[in-house]
C-alpha cells in the first residue's frame, strides 16, 4: 500500500515545482521530501522523477501518480470532513472568479472574514478555462464563471447576470463607427469575446474583432480603464470591473440600444462534499450578487 504522507509529499512536490519551497510549505527539510520521493519510487520500483541539478521532470509513471493521488487526497479530505467536526465559520475557502466579479466579490467577502477572523477567504483570479480546471482537479472549493463548462466533473448554477458597457474617455459623445475606429480599442484577455458580444448587437458595421484598431492592451483588471481615462480608446468591460475604477470623472459610459449581459455561473465539483464553511461563503456571493443586481 503507498504511504499516504510520501504521496501528499510527492503531489506537494509536483504542484510547487521546487524542493526546498515544498519542504517549508510541508514544515519538513529538503532531505525529508528527497527521502519521501525515494521511498515512493522503491515501492512502486519505477523512477517518479527525472533529476536534472536543483530540478527535475516528471516520468510517465510519476504523472499517472500524481493524477490519480490527487484524485485520492481529495477524497480523503472529503473523508475527514464527512466525519469530523464541521463549522460554519471556521477553516479555508478557495474560490475563483474572473477579474470583474472579483472586484465586487473579493471586498465583500474579506468584510464576511472580519466579522469571523477563523474564516480564511482564499481568493484567486482566473480566467474561466483555469477556474474550470482548478474545480475539476479539486484545488478549489468553488468558482464563478461566465460560460458553460465543458468537464463532465463541473456542476453549474446560474447564479446572476453582469451586464457588458461601452466605455469612452469622457469627453467623447455617443461615438459613430467610423469615430470608434478612429479612437481605438483598449484590448484585454477577454476584449475580443466582450467586444462581439457588445458591439456586434449595436453596430451592423461590425464583423469581428479583427476590425478593431489595438490601441492598447492590458492584462490587469484594474488598470485595463487606465488608457480610456487618458484618451487612448475605447474598450468593453463588464459591470463590477467599471464601478471599480476610482478615476470615474475620466471616462464614460456610452448608452447603447441593445443591452447585453453576461451570465454568471457559480461551479463546484459534481462529486465534491460540500463542508458548511464553504456553503457559508457560498451564500455570502449569492447575497452579495443579489443586492448588486437590486441597486
Known amino acids: 500500500m503507498i504511504n499516504p504522507v510520501y504521496l501528499r509529499s510527492f503531489c506537494a512536490l509536483i ?46 509513471c510519476g ?29 479555508v475557502v478557495k474560490l475563483a472568479s474572473p477579474g470583474s466579479v472579483g472586484l465586487k466579490l473579493y471586498p465583500y467577502l474579506l468584510q464576511l472574514q472580519k466579522r469571523y477572523p477563523t474564516l480564511v477567504i482564499d481568493y484567486r483570479f482566473a480566467p474561466n478555462s483555469e477556474i474550470e480546471k482548478l474545480i475539476a482537479v479539486h484545488k478549489i472549493d468553488f468558482g464563478l464563471m461566465t460560460c458553460m ?86 474598450t468593453v468591460l463588464p459591470t463590477y470591473a467599471v464601478a471599480a475604477f476610482r478615476a470615474s470623472s475620466k471616462i464614460k459610459i456610452c448608452p447603447l440600444k441593445h443591452k447585453v449581459a453576461e451570465t454568471l455561473f457559480i461551479g463546484r465539483h459534481r462529486n465534491k462534499f460540500m463542508p458548511n464553511r464553504v456553503a457559508t461563503v457560498m451564500a455570502a456571493v449569492s447575497d452579495c450578487l443579489d443586492d448588486s443586481e437590486s441597486d
Open 15 to 60: 504542484d510547487i515545482g521546487h524542493f526546498t519551497r515544498t519542504a517549508d510549505h510541508l514544515h519538513m527539510t529538503q532531505s525529508g521530501v528527497s527521502q519521501h520521493i525515494r521511498k515512493l519510487e522503491e515501492h512502486l520500483g519505477e523512477p517518479l522523477l527525472v533529476r536534472q541539478g536543483k530540478g527535475f521532470t516528471v516520468t510517465a
Open 63 to 91: 504523472d499517472r501518480l500524481y493524477r490519480e493521488g490527487r484524485r485520492l487526497l481529495a477524497e480523503w479530505d472529503d473523508l475527514e470532513a464527512k466525519v469530523g467536526i464541521d463549522p460554519a465559520y471556521e477553516g
Open 149 to 234: 463548462a465543458s468537464n463532465a466533473d463541473v456542476s453549474l448554477e446560474a447564479m446572476a447576470e453582469e451586464e457588458l458597457l461601452l466605455i469612452l474617455p469622457a469627453k467623447h459623445a455617443k461615438p459613430s463607427w467610423d469615430e470608434l475606429m478612429s479612437l481605438g480599442f483598449i484590448d484585454h484577455p477577454d476584449g475580443a469575446h466582450h467586444a462581439g458580444q457588445l458591439l456586434g448587437a449595436n453596430f451592423p458595421e461590425f464583423q469581428s474583432s479583427q476590425q478593431l484598431n489595438r490601441t492598447g492592451f492590458s492584462n490587469q483588471i484594474n488598470l485595463i480603464l487606465e488608457p480610456v481615462s487618458l484618451g487612448l480608446g475605447f
